[in-house]
Structure formats: C-alpha cells, structure tokens
C-alpha cells in the first residue's frame, strides 16, 4: 500500500521569505510523485512532478521540489513567497494498479503568505 | 471556457433527498474520475471510469453511484444523501491510466446535506 504524509496543515510565511513543504511517502514499489495546487474556489492544478532522472524538479510559479529516495521524501520549496501563493499543496504519489492510475493524495499544507 | 465543468457549483439539500452532481469534458480523455475533499483528510476517490461501458468502484463508493454517459459526461449521483456525504466534490480526467499522467480537475462542487 501506498500512502502520503503532509506533517504540516498550515504554514504561514512572510511575503518575500523563503518557504518548504514538506511531504513524505511510503510504498512497497517505485511510484512517481507530483505537487498540486489547490487556489481559493479551484480545482486543483498541477505544480510539478518527479517521474525519473534529476531528484531536482521544477515547476510552475518559481516552485521547485527535490526527491530524495533514501529519505522517502520530496519536499517542495520555493526561495521567495508572493502574496499569489496563498494556496492549498497537495502532495500525491501514483504508481499503476490493477489497471488504473492509483493516486493518493496527502491531506495537504495550507500555506498563508502574510504581507 | 474550463476543459472540465462541474455544475452546479454549489448545492443544499435535506436528508433522505437523491441528488445528481454533473461533469463535462472538452479534453477528449477517456478515463473520468470523481474524488471526494473533505478537511484535513485530502482527496479520496469515489468512482472511476475508462471509457463509457468500464466503471469502477474507488476506496469510498458506499452511498454513491455513477454513470457515465458519454465520453465526455460522467455524473455522480447520492442515492439517498445524508449528512456526512456533506464535502466538496471533484471530477477530474487523464488521458491514459498510465502513472506517470497527470489529473485535470475540475473547479468542485460543494455540497451540503442538512
């Protein structure tokens, strides 16, 4: 079984500070991992995601997230918040399961950017 | 205009009431998936669908049902809705099952059963 940890709910930052979220994850097999961003009355989008190759991935908006396997972890980042990224970050990982795309999301980091 | 629409954008109902939710797509993808948002528990899937004559049931499909009707249309319907089905609720598609594609979502529908 697969499964995902946000250890954070809420994380309020600075406007212009520097700011990680961090996400955890298990499983038995090799998943991919990805980011999602969940603006006030949106659907989600997504922010990035780590398929193979580099551990550092970057994505949209200036947000940048490293895996790191022994570690399990793939923490997103981004060196200076705006006031635009008060959002809900959403961390997934997918691997494929009897015949589908089995996602499963984190309960997600709200982030508050305060002027 | 959204690649994928859910409508409506908020709805109220009472106990015991059947309730349809709708979604649409312009992104011509074949697998359709309805998701469930509730606070601090993140997104957990209902329903899935690979094409039109393929439904599956997700890790919370009790109390819910589906039915695709269209490639592009995929509706998500409480038989009899009660109080903790009260969540917002996302459809979303991808263009293969493979794991490495991406969801598009659409923009919810928040719902609330008194």
């Known amino acids: 079984a697969q499964s995902v940890t946000q250890l954070d709910s809420q994380v309020p930052v600075f406007e212009e500070a520097p700011v990680e979220l961090r996400c955890n994850y298990s499983?038995?097999?090799?998943?991919?991992l990805f980011w999602y961003v969940q603006y006030p009355n949106q659907g989600l989008q997504l922010l990035l995601k780590?398929?193979?190759?580099?551990?550092l991935v970057k994505g949209i908006n200036g947000f940048e997230a490293e895996f790191n396997k022994s570690q399990t972890s793939f923490h997103l980042r981004k060196p200076s918040v705006h006031i635009s990224d008060t959002a809900e970050y959403f961390c997934a990982v997918s691997k494929y399961s009897g015949g589908y795309q089995k996602v499963t999301f984190g309960t997600g980091t709200k982030l508050q950017v305060i002027p | 205009d959204a690649d994928v629409t859910q409508t409506p954008r908020n709805r109220i109902t009472k106990t015991g009431k059947r309730i349809m939710l709708e979604c649409s797509q312009t992104?011509?993808?074949?697998?359709m998936y309805w998701y469930r948002q509730d606070p601090g528990l993140g997104l957990r899937l209902i329903y899935y669908?690979?094409?039109?004559?393929?439904?599956n049931k997700g890790e919370i499909s009790d109390g819910y049902s589906v039915s695709r009707q269209a490639q592009a249309k995929f509706s998500l319907s409480l038989e009899s809705a009660i109080p903790n089905q009260t969540a917002l609720y996302f459809c979303?598609?991808?263009?293969?099952?493979?794991?490495?594609?991406?969801?598009?979502f659409g923009s919810g529908t928040q719902l609330s059963v008194l």
């Open positions: 979303a598609t991808s263009d293969s099952g493979q794991s490495n594609e991406k969801l598009f």
């Open positions: 992104k011509g993808h074949d697998r």
């Open positions: 780590y398929l193979s190759g580099s551990t």
């Open positions: 669908s690979f094409d039109v004559k393929d439904i």
């Open positions: 499983s038995s097999v090799s998943v991919y």
